[in-house]
């Protein structure tokens, strides 16, 4: 089973999209404290107030389809040119959102309850959307997976594009 929490063109700046349970809790830029002893520089999941998922278009909009799946997907897809996975736990009495930077655009994710997760960001077109980060049309696309699992350490999938790999290199690479 899956529940799909959001489907939709998300409008971004700095390319900031965070999952957070505490209201001030997105991404502040300090890289140190959400990739902590991470390798991957995609998702940074080592911040306690949320998660920050870094797309490749400065501004505009990405297409973002979130789900919460029962257990973890299968073998992913090959047209995901970047694939990352990270672990975290959302404490209880705590309601999740997603938002995208200074909560310019946000909403309700209700069906997350606290406890710990397994997320699998896979990324399509991120060299289009560095490289046409004002375009006024969608040229990068998300798929995140979460499904409840013990926390577990940080995973690149895979890693083809060159934006992807130039993150992994800047943010990434802290374990």
């Keep these: ?5 959001l489907d939709q063109v998300v409008k971004t700046d700095y ?42 278009r400065r501004s505009g909009g990405s297409h973002v389809r979130m789900v919460l799946r029962e257990a973890p997907p299968a073998n992913d897809d090959a047209r995901w040119e970047d694939v990352v996975e990270v672990s975290f736990a959302i404490p209880t009495g705590h309601e999740v959102r997603w938002c995208s930077w200074a909560g310019e655009s ?11 997760y397994r ?3 896979s990324a399509s077109g991120r060299d289009e959307g560095r490289d046409g980060e004002f375009f006024h ?30 993150w992994h290199r800047e943010f990434g690479s802290r374990r």
Excluded at 29 to 37: C, L
């Design 137 to 166: 049309g969608v040229v990068d696309t998300y798929l995140v997976q979460l499904w409840p699992d013990n926390l577990k350490p940080d995973a690149i999938l895979r890693a083809t594009s060159e934006d992807g790999q130039y």
């Design 119 to 121: 997320m699998r960001v």
């Design 15 to 56: 390319g900031q999209l965070d999952v957070i349970w505490i209201l001030d809790g997105g991404f502040d830029g300090d890289s140190d404290r959400y990739f902590a002893g991470q390798v991957n520089g995609l998702v940074g999941a080592s911040a306690s107030s949320g998660v920050y998922i870094n797309l490749a």
């Design 106 to 116: 946000w909403g309700a994710l209700k069906a997350i309850i606290p406890g710990s």
């Design 1 to 5: 089973m899956e529940i799909v929490l």
